[in-house]
């Protein structure tokens, strides 16, 4: 049963990457050059989808909220910076090496390690490992224009210490008071032993962060750590993912670095097990004192309410971008019969409506569509047009991308003004009058 279970699930995760790649959401980065592992290129459909991710999620965390703000800080920083963080000395990995084949792999993947070991197993072949050896995951970066005299920076490990290094900018050009965060999404990049799982382990992969500032208090601390763990789980859920295939997951002893007060990921089912999706952690004062001890610059907060200056804590919420677009399409894919349906929430879906003439060389209903088209384009959603193959296969053609409404001009409607609007989901069918099609379709999508 478990076997049967576990092939069906190798199957959807073959089924996601071929759907990817042959509808235009993911491709392998530099492909026509043999590719470049651990690097993913986003397509039209991807791009869309990635975007409506990052928009759930900046109007869920700052737009929404009045004690968050956003920042852009860049990918490059200086070196010290990590010297401070404690990457340079510490963002590591445990490496060993195959003797036999050379092959290098992280030692505290478990499963990974013993399906090597089967390899050679199956060949008649021993396998013997190398001592474990501590990897550090920054990627370096020369800059400088003299050979020589380049500096070596890193593109960041993550883009926690951009928000960090500007916690006084942003206090000192706001008016925010503790409790506040301020979040962040973009690039990071991680020389990751054993990229793989598709999008899931990428060397170069999307972050979106919250930071959020409060007073040095263990139970306030606790209190706010509860509030972002359940804020952020539900954020997920609402998006539409089975709440079974979501579940948290307390770091263990080994797990924890030496300054977290707290860890727990949120963890997604995926074919290839629990997986974790996002981190919230209790990162107390670390990162502020860090900085303020390598920057010699003060980094503390003075409290008017108190008249006191503190360092303040830091709970954080980091999650993948990558992650979660891989983990919302594995998500929503299902079939019925022969029918592929990729059950995105409409937030997410790429277009929100596709619009076509029910026949393609019929003029009248070509111009009566492409005005109907073009009227919805103007609107706050993405329209797609399709006017290939008969009706039925554009149907399927859209609910394989997640397309949640398709819309289709016949000639009912250059008579009533009307058209048919059809539910992704149910396949059910109704009639709507021209002039109220705006409007519906925005109020289905709310
Ligand atoms: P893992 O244990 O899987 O290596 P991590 O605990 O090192 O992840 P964090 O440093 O907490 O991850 O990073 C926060 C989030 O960034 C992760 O929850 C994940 O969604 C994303 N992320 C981290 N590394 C990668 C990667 N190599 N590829 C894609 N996404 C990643």
């Known amino acids: 049963m478990i076997a049967a279970e576990n092939r069906k699930q190798d199957n959807l995760m073959e089924k996601i990457v071929s759907l990817a790649k042959r509808r235009g959401f993911i491709y392998p980065g530099s492909e026509i050059y043999g590719?470049?592992?651990?690097?993913?290129?986003?397509?039209?459909?991807?791009?869309?989808?990635?975007?409506?991710?990052?928009q759930e999620w900046w109007k869920a965390m700052v737009r929404e909220r009045e004690d968050v703000v956003g920042i852009s800080a860049s990918i490059l920083m200086n070196p010290k910076v990590w010297e401070a963080s404690g990457h340079t000395a510490g963002f590591t990995d445990p490496l060993v090496e195959c003797k036999t084949c050379h092959q290098r792999f992280r030692a505290d993947q478990e499963d990974i390690i013993k399906e090597h070991e089967n390899q050679h197993k199956e060949k008649k072949e021993k396998t013997e490992w190398t001592e474990e050896k501590k990897f550090n995951l920054l990627v370096e970066a020369k800059i400088g224009v003299i050979e020589g005299e380049k500096n070596t920076t890193y593109l960041r490990g993550e883009i926690t210490q951009g928000v960090h290094v500007n916690f006084k900018n942003v206090l000192n050009s706001s008016r925010l008071k503790i409790p506040f965060g301020i979040a962040q999404i973009g690039k990071a990049f991680r020389n990751e032993i054993t990229p793989g799982n598709f999008t899931y382990r990428s060397i170069e992969f999307e972050q979106m962060e919250l930071q959020y500032y409060i007073e040095p208090d263990e139970n306030e601390s606790m209190r706010q750590y509860e509030f972002w763990k359940n804020?952020?789980?539900?954020?997920?859920?609402?998006?539409?993912?089975?709440?079974?295939?979501?579940?948290?997951?307390?770091?263990?002893?080994?797990?924890?670095?030496?300054?977290?007060?707290?860890?727990?990921?949120?963890?997604?089912k995926t074919p290839f097990g629990w997986k974790e999706c996002e981190g919230i952690h209790h990162r107390g004062d670390w990162d502020l004192s860090r900085h303020q001890q390598f920057s010699k610059e003060d980094m503390s907060y003075f409290d008017e309410a108190i008249k006191e200056k503190f360092i303040p804590w830091v709970i954080e919420t980091s999650g993948g971008v990558d992650r979660a677009a891989l983990f919302f399409l594995l998500d929503a894919y299902s079939e019925e019969n022969d029918r592929v349906i990729l059950k995105l929430h409409p937030k997410l879906a790429p277009y929100k409506v596709a619009v076509f003439p029910l026949l393609a060389n019929k003029p009248q209903l070509v111009e009566k569509a492409r005005e109907v088209y073009k009227m919805l384009k103007a609107g706050n959603f993405n329209v797609t047009w399709d006017d290939r193959g008969n009706i039925g296969k554009r149907y399927y053609s859209q609910d394989e991308i997640g397309t949640p409404y398709c819309v289709t001009v016949d000639f009912e409607s250059l008579e009533n003004d009307d058209v048919t609007v059809r539910d992704r989901d149910t396949a059910k069918q109704e009639r709507v009058k021209i002039k109220k099609l705006k409007d519906c379709i925005s109020n289905k999508l709310s």
């Not at 470049?36 to 409506?52: A, H, I, M, V």
């Open 231 to 268: 804020l952020r789980m539900d954020w997920y859920k609402k998006l539409g993912i089975n709440p079974d295939n979501l579940r948290f997951r307390e770091h263990t002893k080994d797990e924890l670095v030496h300054y977290a007060r707290a860890a727990w990921d949120i963890e997604y």
């Open 35 to 54: 590719g470049l592992k651990g690097t993913w290129d986003y397509g039209p459909l991807g791009s869309e989808l990635k975007f409506n991710i990052k």
